[in-house]
């Protein structure tokens, strides 16, 4: 059996022993990288067949550099940083990781829609400063009955609305991607009906040219003026500065963000801080202890199947068996 080499690119977590308990016996050579940019990851992988990545890009200039490499796997749900057709005409197949925190992320919009509705974070903040009197979260209106609009409908939002139907709301969702009429519980809906008939917006979307600030002014101000935006997705699926101008001009009540524009540059003066009808978690939403295990298990069984010559079971380009690679 060939020996492969495979180069872990970078990782938000403190270590991989999962994975080299899983693959060892392959007698593979696994590179821990942390890499940092992808000069650095070019460095590592000239002999790589493997190429695991969180969070640095793979693309054409990887591919030209690396000519033994023959699979790619994110180390997310996404995989928008690996340049699937690029990969595609050099014959390497894409992987991802499509069970990765669904519940983690589930629950976690679930909460966020629910410390909306309640105004949790700003009835907290308020007793915290002395103000212990409900006539201050006034007016507060109950979460059944009302709409949750789903925007993207894939695994974690078809999660989520599983979750929510407990909790007694009325369900819509835009996906161009799906033809069923009703899933899990939602009605599919064009995106201005979501956006025009939701007191929820949750949005569960990839970033890709299509959708880079599809959450933008116009849309903003399709929704109701009691109405809340709710992103897990990725931070250039709204515009910021569109989000704050609507929520000072009174189009919408409030909104939570797990994610944000350009995060690594994060501070204090940030001005979505600067609204007390924001909530801000640092795009926490996919932690669990769980999710990590997890997603190294499955994660290094993917690359098993690979170099044991099975069937992949998250493989995103299927049309690369039938391309002649460009190398």
């Known amino acids: 059996m060939t020996q492969y080499n495979i180069v872990y690119a970078d990782k938000s977590f403190p270590d991989i022993d999962e994975v080299y308990t899983i693959l060892e016996p392959l007698g593979v050579n696994l ?64 992987c991802n990781n499509p069970n990765y925190c669904l519940q983690e992320v589930a629950e976690h919009t679930i ?43 894939g695994k974690i939002a078809r999660c ?21 009429p009703i899933l899990s519980g939602a009605i599919k809906s064009t995106f201005e009906e979501v956006l025009q008939a939701s007191n929820y917006i949750s949005l569960h979307l990839p970033l890709t040219d299509e959708t880079y600030h599809l959450m933008d002014k116009n849309a903003f101000s399709l929704m109701k003026s ?39 540059s994060w501070n ?14 640092p795009h926490s939403a996919w932690y669990s202890e769980d999710a990590m295990n997890q997603n190294k298990v499955d994660l290094a069984n993917e690359i098993k199947r690979f170099i044991k010559a099975e069937k992949l079971t998250a493989l995103v380009n299927p049309e690369v068996s039938a391309v002649i690679p460009a190398h």
């Open 111 to 153: 909460a966020l829609i629910l410390c909306l509705a309640r105004k949790i974070v700003h009835a907290h903040n308020l007793a915290y400063a002395g103000h212990y009197n409900y006539n201050d979260l006034k007016p507060l209106f109950r979460l059944s009955g009302s709409t949750v609009g789903f925007i993207g409908f």
């Open 31 to 94: 590179i821990d990288g942390q890499c940092h940019n992808v000069e650095e990851l070019i460095a590592l992988s000239e002999n790589a067949h493997i190429i695991i990545s969180e969070l640095i890009p793979v693309g054409v200039t990887v591919f030209k550099a690396c000519p033994k490499l023959k699979l790619v796997v994110s180390n997310n749900i996404g995989f928008d940083i690996i340049d699937v057709p690029a990969a595609t005409q050099y014959g390497i197949r894409v």
């Open 268 to 281: 204090k003066d940030n001005p979505v801080l600067q609204n007390d009808n924001i909530i801000i978690t």
């Open 226 to 264: 009691s109405a809340c935006v709710i992103n897990v997705a990725r931070g250039g699926v709204l515009d910021s500065q569109a989000l704050i101008s609507a929520l000072e001009n009174g189009e919408i009540r409030g909104a939570a963000l797990d994610v944000m524009e350009n995060e690594k």
């Open 160 to 180: 989520v609305a599983k979750k929510l139907k407990g909790l007694d709301v009325n369900m819509l969702f835009y996906d161009p991607y799906i033809i069923d």
